[in-house]
């Protein structure tokens, strides 16, 4: 079993930046594809950035070039750098992870971007 905690959200004006972190329990981590999704209200859950068990990234149109995803195996934690914030980054930011048939989520950490 995995469970995912996030942490790291909170209030930034827009141009600043922010860093979520996702610490995982259990064993399973190194084998585990990584994920941030977001979903902000009235909107459906959204793909932000991903990072394989091997290290190979991709990112979602809107957050290219200003998002940087990281995984640390030894830490079990998987990092999202947010810079260049907007207020249409604004949602709650959710980890998750996948192996196979099992999927993890946590349970999200509010990012707002508002002057």
């Known amino acids: 079993q995995v469970q995912l905690v996030e942490s790291g959200g909170g209030l930034v004006q827009p141009g600043g930046s922010l860093r979520l972190s996702c610490v995982a329990s259990?064993?399973?981590?190194?084998?585990?594809?990584m994920a941030w999704y977001r979903q902000a209200p009235g909107n459906q859950r959204e793909l932000v950035a991903e990072?394989?068990?091997?290290?190979?990234?991709s990112y979602a149109d809107l957050v290219k070039g200003r998002f940087t995803i990281s995984r640390d195996n030894a830490m079990k934690m998987v990092s999202l750098q947010m810079n260049r914030l907007k207020p249409e980054d604004t949602a709650v930011y959710y980890c998750?992870?996948?192996?196979?048939?099992?999927?993890?989520w946590g349970q999200g950490t509010q990012v707002s971007v508002s002057s």
């Open positions: 259990g064993k399973l981590f190194s084998f585990l594809a």
């Open positions: 990072i394989s068990s091997g290290g190979s990234t």
């Open positions: 998750y992870g996948g192996f196979g048939l099992s999927s993890y």
